[in-house]
């Protein structure tokens, strides 16, 4: 019903810079949030950014001053700029949207695919 196609990913080394965006398509009325996670091995999946279709945005503490979310409300994409990247930064990083398919219906979280971000010298 609902894609989420991710591209941007790769190796970066620290302190480079890498620019994630993610397309939302399928059977979309409305979307309430599209924002980025990201998983490292081990760890659990932790939210890093997250913008609303009026533009609040919420970051986690550790991307701060670093990293920038944007969207696009009519093109249904989300970018993630990430500056400053160190190595902890490393996971594969995923996009989730909030997504009415029709107006009779509750918003309903999707996922990407995921895109691997390796920060290594």
């Known amino acids: 019903q609902v894609q989420l196609v991710e591209s941007g990913g790769g190796l970066v080394q620290p302190g480079g810079s890498l620019t994630l965006s993610c397309a939302a398509s399928?059977?979309?009325?409305?979307?309430?949030?599209m924002g980025w996670y990201r998983q490292a091995p081990g760890k659990q999946r932790e939210l890093v950014a997250a913008?609303?279709?009026?533009?609040?945005?919420n970051y986690q503490d550790s991307v701060k001053g670093r990293f920038t979310i944007s969207g696009d409300n009519a093109k249904n994409t989300v970018n993630l700029q990430m500056n400053s990247l160190k190595p902890e930064d490393t996971a594969v990083y995923y996009c989730?949207?909030?997504?009415?398919?029709?107006?009779?219906?509750?918003?309903?979280?999707?996922w990407g695919q995921g895109t691997q971000v390796t920060v290594s010298s």
């Open positions: 399928g059977m979309i009325f409305s979307i309430y949030v």
């Open positions: 989730n949207a909030d997504v009415k398919t029709s107006a009779g219906t509750n918003y309903k979280g999707y």
């Open positions: 913008i609303t279709s009026r533009g609040a945005t």
